[in-house]
């Protein structure tokens, strides 16, 4: 009988264990069948203005401008600080055992990696229980059966304590090190910027980190827009690129917000725990000499501009 009941109790978490692991990506139709679940949040990332015209049944706003901030050395949309991401979580009616869903509109490549950033953000913090509504709020309301709502809704703040994962946040000095080690290092920006022919204005040097593999983010969904090709498709398209599907490898863009996306799909589409995210990118990057920058394309500019 003693026996028994310890089998019954390590059943019984393996259950827990299997039901509070949250998928990454959702749909329409299970957004519909769960929003009157109480453990679901839904977190809106449209602009109020958007949001207060119509959003999902129950779903409270947030700015994204307020998940990115410069850090102390002044490089711009970093990751608050813990303390501000727990006050701002807590703040939108989110507590540690809330299964949050993240929504934008769903217009475009642009708006989802706002949501996979968010998404990283929430990791960062070991908030397993996060997903994301593939195609957004437009693949909710194609269906023009399911509910939608306007004005805006006042959540009750909760409690939210962070543990934070030290894994996510990548350094400069980690991308020069695995860079010295042979470890993939990933392009997610436009094909111009990896050569050299756009750069990030001001400092920053144009060019990428040397050795890069260019993937641009919105080649990972169909036709540049907020729907994620299927996961086999999204194995061809890395391996066409060269970028590996498992082993270290970090990836990185102008500010992180990009780069979220390339990451959300090497991360939790297809399962490669080893992939990481660089969050300062090259506007951490290419503003520091001391760090080597490649120029695939060398433009003669006797005036200076090309």
């Known amino acids: 009988m003693f026996m028994l009941r310890i089998l019954l109790g390590l059943l019984m978490l393996c259950f827990l264990a299997v039901a509070q692991a949250a998928q990454p990506l959702v749909d329409a139709s299970w957004l519909l069948s769960n929003l009157k679940n109480p453990g679901v949040v839904v977190l809106d990332l449209q602009p109020q203005k958007i949001y207060s015209q119509y959003h999902v049944p129950g779903a409270v706003n947030s700015n994204y401008a307020h998940w990115r901030r410069p850090n102390s050395k002044g490089v711009p949309k970093m ?3 813990v303390a501000a991401l727990e006050q701002l979580i807590g703040g939108l009616g989110i507590d540690n055992n809330s299964h949050v869903v993240l929504v934008v509109t769903g217009r475009g490549v642009g708006e989802l990696a706002s949501a996979t950033r968010v998404y990283w953000t929430f990791k960062a913090l070991g ?3 996060v997903s994301i509504l593939n195609g957004g ?3 909710y309301a194609n269906n023009r059966s399911n509910p939608m709502e306007n004005g805006v809704n006042r959540p009750q703040p909760r409690t939210f304590k962070a543990k934070l994962n030290p894994e996510f946040l990548v350094t400069a000095s980690e991308v020069k090190s695995s860079l010295e080690k042979g470890v993939a290092i990933v392009d997610s920006r436009s094909v111009a910027e ?3 022919l756009i750069g990030g204005g001001g400092k920053e040097r144009a ?3 040397p050795g890069s593999i260019n993937l641009p983010y919105d080649w990972l969904t169909i036709n ?5 090709h299927t996961k086999e498709n999204l194995k061809r398209i890395m391996q066409t690129r060269g970028v590996p599907l498992d082993g270290e490898q970090i990836s ?4 992180g917000h990009r780069t979220s996306l390339s990451w959300f799909v090497s991360h939790e589409l297809l399962g490669n725990k080893k992939a990481r995210m660089y969050d300062g990118s090259t506007a951490e990057w290419a503003v520091d000499r001391s760090l080597p920058i490649e120029v695939k394309i060398k433009l003669d500019c006797p005036t200076g501009v090309c």
């Open 224 to 228: 540049g827009s907020a729907h994620f």
């Open 194 to 196: 990896h050569l050299g």
């Open 127 to 129: 908030h397993e229980k």
């Open 79 to 81: 990751m608050p600080p």
């Open 137 to 139: 709020l437009i693949a």
């Open 207 to 209: 060019g990428t980190i």
């Open 252 to 255: 990185y863009c102008h500010t």
